[in-house]
């Protein structure tokens, strides 16, 4: 087996649309934040609503790929 302190996730538009994708993170013990470099809410309608938020820690988006790191970051608060 192998384990992970934690998970980055950036589902892209699957965000969106993927039932699997989130089943797979509630399946798993391991904390995931939900990573977007763009904000979903300022584009299309469709993207407001994300599949996989509800199974994650929390949610990082509209920083660029600063929100990976903010991501990171977010695990030592």
Same mark, same amino acid.
């Given at each position: ?5 934690? +998970?980055? !996730? ?6 969106? #649309?993927?039932?699997?994708? /989130? ?5 798993? %013990?391991?904390?995931?934040?939900? +990573?977007? !470099? ?6 299309? #309608?469709?993207?407001?609503? /994300? ?5 994650? %820690? ?20």
């Amino acid at each position: 087996g192998f384990s992970f302190d934690f +998970i980055l !996730i950036n589902a892209g538009g699957y965000t969106h #649309t993927s039932v699997a994708i /989130s089943d797979a993170i509630a399946a798993v %013990k391991t904390p995931c934040i939900e +990573i977007h !470099i763009s904000q979903p809410s300022a584009r299309e #309608t469709y993207r407001h609503t /994300s599949l996989i938020s509800g199974n994650c %820690k929390s949610s990082i988006s509209g920083f660029g790929l600063d929100s990976y790191r903010l991501g990171l970051a977010s695990l030592n608060s």
